[in-house]
C-alpha cells in the first residue's frame, strides 16, 4: 500500500516562502511521475506541478510558473515544492499525488494522495 505524508504547511505573510514534502512509502518511488495539487474553500481540486520519475521533466500550472518549484530526491523517496513569492491566492490544501503516468496534470490519473497539508498566506 502507498503511503503519502505530506508537510510544511503553515502561515506566511504574501511574499513569503514555503517549502512542502511529501515522503512517500509502499513502493519504488523512482517509478513513478508525482505532481502537486491544491484544493481552496469552495473549489475544485486543482493542478499545481508534476515531475517525471527521475525528475528530468517538470510541468506547472500558469498561475504558480515562475513562483513554484517542484523537485524530487529519489534516494530519500521525498517529493518537494519550493513556494516563492506567495500570494494570497495560494491559500489552500496542498496535496501530493502519485501518478501511473511519467508526467501529467490530470487529476484523475493520479491514483495515490497524501492527506494534505495547509497553507496560508496572509496579505
Known amino acids: 500500500q502507498v503511503q503519502l505524508v505530506e508537510s510544511g504547511g503553515g502561515l506566511v505573510q504574501a511574499g513569503g516562502s514555503l517549502r512542502l514534502s511529501c515522503a512517500a512509502s509502499?513502493?519504488?518511488?523512482?517509478?513513478?511521475?508525482m505532481g502537486w495539487f491544491r484544493q481552496a474553500p469552495g473549489k475544485e481540486r486543482e493542478f499545481v506541478a508534476a515531475?517525471?520519475?527521475?525528475?528530468?521533466?517538470?510541468q506547472y500550472a500558469d498561475s504558480v510558473k515562475g513562483r513554484f518549484t517542484v523537485s524530487r530526491d529519489n534516494t530519500k523517496n521525498t517529493l518537494y515544492l519550493q513556494m516563492n513569492s506567495l500570494k494570497p491566492d495560494d491559500t489552500a490544501v496542498y496535496y501530493c499525488?502519485?501518478?501511473?503516468?511519467?508526467?501529467?496534470?490530470?487529476?484523475?490519473?493520479?491514483?495515490?494522495w497524501g492527506q494534505g497539508t495547509q497553507v496560508t498566506v496572509s496579505s
Open positions: 509502499g513502493r519504488t518511488f523512482s517509478s513513478y511521475g
Open positions: 499525488a502519485q501518478s501511473l503516468y511519467p508526467l501529467t496534470e490530470k487529476r484523475n490519473e493520479y491514483n495515490y
Open positions: 515531475i517525471s520519475p527521475i525528475g528530468s521533466m517538470t
